[in-house]
C-alpha cells in the first residue's frame, strides 16, 4: 500500500520559512523521483520542485531561489524548505513519487499571511 504523507504546513507571515516533510512508504523510494506541487483555491495545480532518484534537482520559476528541495533515502522522505514566503505562496502543498507510476499525498496547508 503506496503511502505519501505531508506534514510542516501551517501559517506564517511573509518573509518567513516553512519546512515540509514527506514520509513515503509502500515504493520503491530510492528510484523514485520525487515531486511537489501545490494548488492555490481556484487555480491548477503548479509544479514546485522535483529531486530525482540521483539527487538533481529543478524548480518552478515562481520559487527559484527561495525553495530548496531535499531528500533522504534512508529514511524514504523528501523535504521543501521554504524561504521568504510570499501570500502568493500560500496553496495546499502535495508531495508525489514517480517510478512509472505517480502516486500522491493528501496535502498540507500553508497559508501565508500578509
Known amino acids: 500500500q503506496v503511502q505519501l504523507v505531508e506534514s510542516g504546513g501551517g501559517l506564517v507571515q511573509a518573509g518567513g520559512s516553512l519546512r515540509l516533510s514527506c514520509a513515503a512508504s509502500?515504493?520503491?523510494?530510492?528510484?523514485?523521483?520525487m515531486d511537489w506541487y501545490r494548488q492555490a483555491p481556484g487555480k491548477q495545480r503548479e509544479f514546485v520542485a522535483r529531486?530525482?532518484?540521483?539527487?538533481?534537482?529543478n524548480y518552478g520559476d515562481s520559487v527559484k531561489g527561495r525553495f530548496t528541495i531535499s531528500r533522504d533515502n534512508a529514511k524514504k522522505a523528501v523535504y521543501l524548505q521554504m524561504n521568504s514566503l510570499k501570500p502568493e505562496d500560500t496553496a495546499v502543498y502535495y508531495c508525489?513519487?514517480?517510478?512509472?507510476?505517480?502516486?500522491w499525498g493528501q496535502g498540507t496547508q500553508v497559508t501565508v499571511s500578509s
Open positions: 509502500g515504493i520503491i523510494f530510492r528510484l523514485s523521483a
Open positions: 529531486i530525482t532518484s540521483g539527487g538533481s534537482t
Open positions: 508525489s513519487s514517480v517510478f512509472g507510476i505517480q502516486y
